[in-house]
Structures are given as C-alpha cells and as structure tokens.
C-alpha cells in the first residue's frame, strides 16, 4: 500500500512557474515509476508526465519543454516543476505510484493559470 500527498497548489499568471511536489509513505519508493496526470472541468485524467525508477521520463507533448519531472528517493518525493505555464494548464493534478497491475492516486492539487 502506498500513500501519496501532493502539495504546491497555486495560482499563477500565465508565463509563470509553479513546482508541485508528493511525499510517498507506506512502501518501497524507489522501485515504483512514478507520474503526474491532471483532470482540468468537464475533461477526462490525462497523462502529463513520468519518471520510472531508472530515472528514465517520458511527457506529454502539450508540456514537452515546459515541464520537468525529477524524484528524490531518499526524500520518497517526486517533483513537477512547470514553467511558461498556459492558461490550458489549469486543472487538478495527480500524482501516482505504478507497480505491475497497481496504481496508487494521490488526492490531487489545484492549479490555476490566469492574469
């Protein structure tokens, strides 16, 4: 079982940067590839970013660029930094722990961007 807490919600203006970060507890944290994934209204989850245990990443395109993803093992914490953040980037964020079949969700933070 693993828990997961984001926290570096935020309102920013458009350009700005916003690091999110999420401590997880509970397990081995370093063998699990750990993602961001955010759900803006009316819009289904998507994927934003990924970072396995080898450090190896993959993003989405719309942030491809824009956004980094970094974990810290020793810290059990895995970081989003987002810079030249649009007004599309506004939604909840979520961060999970993948391990075989099972996907832990953290509860989510709020980003907003808008002047």
């Known amino acids: 079982q693993v828990q997961l807490v984001e926290s570096g919600r935020g309102l920013v203006q458009p350009g700005g940067s916003l690091r999110l970060s999420c401590v997880a507890s509970g397990s081995v944290f370093s063998r699990y590839a750990m993602g961001w994934y955010r759900q803006a209204p009316g819009k289904q989850r998507e994927f934003v970013a990924r970072?396995?245990?080898?450090?190896?990443?993959n993003y989405a395109d719309s942030v491809k660029g824009r956004f980094t993803i970094s974990r810290d093992n020793a810290k059990n914490t895995v970081y989003l930094q987002m810079n030249s953040l649009k007004p599309e980037d506004t939604a909840v964020y979520y961060c999970?722990?993948?391990?075989?079949?099972?996907?832990?969700w953290g509860q989510g933070t709020q980003v907003t961007v808008s002047s």
């Open positions: 999970s722990a993948m391990w075989l079949t099972t996907t832990y």
């Open positions: 970072i396995i245990s080898s450090g190896s990443t």
